[in-house]
């Protein structure tokens, strides 16, 4: 179950990491057969569920923190929920790093959510490669050759 493993990966970094630091993920186990996925976050940036059907994006926020704020696990169990999405057709869930959307322009001000989720939103016809290549495209363009500052992961899952 992705609470029991994500519990075990809390357990298992806390011990190596210094006071004061900690990881963020999130984790999702996709049922090929019932199309259902099930998504702990573990401090990280929130992804997004496109829902074709309602013609809606929104932010997937269950409750959770990172890994190495608690190592005793009781308010890491305390906080982490885990949270079910039925995949339907066109449907797609984006999952990213902070990278992206804390890319800086010349002027020092960040990509941001809002740009990010009007991009999927405005995209929402387009495959999964399509999306990643819009938006990868469109952070170039704002940042305008500044250099990347954190990592880059940005991760679409479509339901054709």
């Known amino acids: 179950s ?3 493993t994500v519990l075990k990966v809390n357990r298992c970094l806390s011990a190596d990491l210094n006071p004061g630091m900690f990881v963020t993920m999130v984790y999702f186990v996709l049922d090929l057969e019932t199309h259902e996925g099930r998504l702990v976050r573990c401090g990280h940036n929130a992804p997004y569920l496109y829902q074709a059907q309602a013609r809606k994006l929104l932010p997937v926020k269950p409750g959770g923190i990172a890994f190495g704020l608690d190592r ?3 308010l890491f169990c305390a906080e982490l929920e885990v949270q ?3 995949m ?5 869930l984006v999952m ?3 990278g992206i959307v804390e890319g800086k322009n010349s002027k020092g001000a960040d990509f941001g959510d809002e740009r990010l989720a009007g991009i ?3 995209n ?3 495959t999964a490669r399509e999306l990643i290549e819009i938006v990868m495209k469109d952070l170039t363009k704002h940042q305008r050759g500044e250099p990347q500052s954190d990592d880059i992961t940005l991760l679409v899952i479509k339901k054709g």
């Open 72 to 74: 005793r696990d009781t």
């Open 88 to 92: 339907r057709a066109r449907d797609f």
């Open 96 to 98: 990213y790093s902070d």
């Open 120 to 122: 999927l939103a405005a």
């Open 2 to 4: 992705p609470a029991r």
């Open 124 to 126: 929402a016809h387009c």
């Open 84 to 86: 079910r999405i039925p």
